[in-house]
């Protein structure tokens, strides 16, 4: 049973597309996040979810536009997609209070062309 | 200055060797401190998760925070080949936030 599943696993799209990127959790966390990582493997936070309610909106291109349809579902949908935005994109989720960890789900490998 | 910093690598060590991957960061709130293990083209997964200073043993790997420097490790006792992947350590201010901050991980690989 995956904790945190992310679809799809790689994407590749030309420029000016636009994607979504499914995550489901089913850890019963309270709270789901967006990281992004680039090549040299750092993780940027991009967006967290707490029960639906976005709580952290870091410096992202509104083109990004994360959508939580209940605690369990975060998506992230892109418009207008730029060669830039190229990257593995990992969601997230973590439930405060007691070990409060943060588990990934495998990745979504995006590749604009 | 970032949070975090983590020395990138990579780090080459033959099989059997004893492996440390070191991390500072700059706040001393933090308080919760974990690694990741980054296998090519997967996710980051939960390695170890300590709180505050001391050590944390779990089979071949060790832990270790030292809050007075500032200063956490993770110790690789008899590394394996399939230790073989990118260490991330992380922390986190309180058992009840949500925001995490992250090193940049550093490569290793353990030659057979």
């Known amino acids: 049973d995956t904790a945190v599943s992310q679809t799809p696993k790689y994407l590749v799209t030309q420029m000016g597309n636009d994607k979504s990127i499914k995550c489901e959790q089913n850890l019963g966390h309270d709270t789901m996040y967006w990281y992004k990582q680039d090549s040299k493997k750092f993780l940027k936070i991009m967006f967290s979810y707490n029960n639906k309610e976005l709580i952290i909106n870091e410096t992202v291109p509104n083109r990004f536009s994360p959508k939580s349809p209940d605690k369990a579902h975060l998506n992230l949908h892109i418009n207008s997609l730029e060669l830039g935005d190229s990257a593995v994109y990992f969601c997230a989720s973590s439930r405060p209070g007691g070990e409060n960890t943060i588990y990934f789900g495998e990745g979504s490998w995006l590749t604009v062309v | 200055q970032k949070e975090v910093e983590q020395d990138p690598g990579p780090l080459s060590v033959p099989e059997g060797a004893i492996v440390s991957l070191n991390c500072t960061y700059s706040n001393s709130a933090f308080q919760y401190f974990m690694w990741y293990r980054q296998y090519s083209r997967k996710g980051p997964e939960l390695l170890m998760y300590?709180?505050?200073?001391g050590n944390k043993e779990d089979g071949r790997f060790t832990a270790q925070v030292d809050k007075s420097s500032k200063y956490i490790s993770l110790f690789i006792r008899d590394s394996q080949p399939s230790d073989s992947a990118t260490y991330l350590c992380?922390?986190?201010?309180?058992?009840?936030?949500?925001?995490?901050?992250f090193g940049t991980g550093t490569s290793l690989t353990v030659i057979p």
């Open positions: 992380a922390t986190t201010p309180s058992n009840t936030g949500n925001q995490f901050y």
């Open positions: 300590t709180y505050s200073s």
